[in-house]
């Protein structure tokens, strides 16, 4: 039998502190009467009840899931 090699890689951590931009995502408009796949992207993002707010990091994952359910909530910078 063969020895198989592993490669081992370091990944160093930047010791600065970076921070992210966050954006503020509140619900304004209830899920009741829209696809079922639309309430559960706006739980996974932490909206349970109308004006529940919940404040996020700025990606493209988050975006994402904004872009899906843009008609139900109200999406703000935070600085």
């Known amino acids: 039998m063969a020895e198989l090699e592993t490669k081992k890689t370091t990944v160093k951590k930047s010791s600065k502190t970076v921070e992210e931009k966050k954006i503020r995502v509140t619900l304004i408009k209830s899920t ?40 139900l909530v109200r999406v703000e910078n935070i600085d």
């Open 32 to 71: 009741i009467g829209y696809n079922k796949d639309q309430a559960r992207t706006a739980k996974a993002l932490g909206l349970g009840k109308i004006n529940s707010s919940n404040e996020l990091p700025d990606n493209d994952a988050i975006r994402g899931m904004i872009f899906k359910i843009k008609h």
